[in-house]
């Protein structure tokens, strides 16, 4: 177990070094091409809001931000761009297991003058949290990460312990089971009601519909060993708000909110179950245009009836922002 070392600069400049990056885990490349990832979720160009939207959650929720920040699985930088310009505290570590995402992030955040905090990059993988030092970070953030770390439990007490009284774990961009389970119900019924609609059914499109209905299923179960899946787990707040309290971390949930925003004019992204669904099939599980225009005209009944449902509400939740602040004062 490490001892806590006498500053943040000391330990990082302890940290061993691989292909010019620190290292605290052994590289572990993404499933899927990094070159790619942009390209899929239609990012063209660096975004400073979901960074800037995070950093003023911290400020509102009165997060003690005067430590280092911990990004996890930076992937090509979407969050780790406006951190980079907004984080108020000293340093700012950027990780990710992918040696290959490391480089597109330090690329895409170009002049490291341009940062607010000092910028420093390296290899980790959050299932090795446990080794770093207790009550160093003052923030630890991720953005679509937690669905990828096996041992969610193990992962939680380890940020309880690396985390500064006052600090906060905030994770945004995170699949929530009562959503994803009712997008694969409604992924169900799509060949069902195109049918009775008289279209047929391409064998392509009944592969991607299973696709999507395995892949929640997947997700939600637990009987299952997922340590070679890229992607793994479904959350419900009441669970993490149990393993927060058992950390010494207090749960602040936002049903549905992206950190982007909590950036000036602070308009919920987030509309409609339907608005996320299609937007789902098409970016996540990259459905043809064609096979997406009949699924939005057809089962139109059907998506009408949940946004229906939450006309003045927020709901179902599917994502959401997660922030767990450790108490000040706490040992
Ligand atoms: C869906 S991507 C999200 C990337 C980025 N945060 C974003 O919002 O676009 C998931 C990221 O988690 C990283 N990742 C996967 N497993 C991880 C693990 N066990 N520990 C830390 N990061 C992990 C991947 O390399 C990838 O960068």
Redesign the pocket.
């Known amino acids: 177990m490490p001892t806590a070392p006498d500053s943040f600069s000391a330990w990082i400049a302890r940290l061993p070094q691989w292909h010019g990056w620190l290292q605290l885990s052994p590289e572990?490349p993404?499933a899927h091409a990094e070159e790619e990832y942009d390209n899929q979720y239609g990012v063209t160009a660096p975004e400073p809001e979901d960074g800037e939207g995070l950093c003023n959650l911290l400020k509102t929720h009165g997060v003690d931000t005067r430590g280092p920040a911990l990004e996890?699985?930076?992937?090509?930088g979407?969050?780790t761009y406006g951190l980079a310009r907004h984080y108020p505290g000293p340093d700012f570590l950027v990780t990710?297991?992918?040696q290959t995402?490391l480089r597109i992030t330090q690329t895409q955040l170009g002049d490291p003058a341009a940062a607010s905090t000092q910028l420093h990059f390296a290899m980790?993988?959050?299932?090795d949290l446990g080794q770093l030092p207790p009550e160093m970070f003052s923030v630890i953030a991720?953005?679509?990460?937690l669905h990828?770390?096996?041992r969610v439990e193990e992962f939680i007490a380890a940020c309880g312990r690396t985390l500064r009284p006052g600090g906060a774990l905030v994770m945004g961009?995170e699949p929530v089971e009562s959503g994803y389970v009712l997008m694969g119900a409604v992924g169900q019924s799509i060949a069902p009601v195109l049918q009775a609609a008289g279209i047929t059914v391409r064998p392509e499109w009944t592969r991607q519909i299973n696709d999507l209905t395995d892949t929640v299923k997947f997700y939600c179960r637990r009987d299952i060993n997922k340590k070679t899946a890229?992607d793994k787990h479904l959350f419900r707040e009441h669970e993490m708000a149990d393993l927060g309290q058992q950390h010494g971390l207090q749960l602040k949930f936002f049903p549905n909110a992206a950190f982007s925003n909590y950036v000036a004019p602070y308009v919920p992204e987030f509309e409609t179950f339907s608005h996320f669904f299609l937007n789902y099939l098409q970016f996540c599980m990259l459905y043809d245009a064609e096979f997406l225009e009949l699924i939005r005209r057809h089962l139109k009944p059907q998506l009408k009836y949940l946004d229906d449902c939450y006309r003045s509400h927020v709901g179902p939740t599917i994502t959401g922002v997660f922030l767990l602040k450790k108490n000040a004062g706490q040992a």
């Open positions: 572990r993404y996890i699985g930076c992937g090509t979407r969050l990710d297991p992918s995402f980790l993988n959050a299932d991720m953005r679509s990460t990828h770390i096996l961009a890229e």
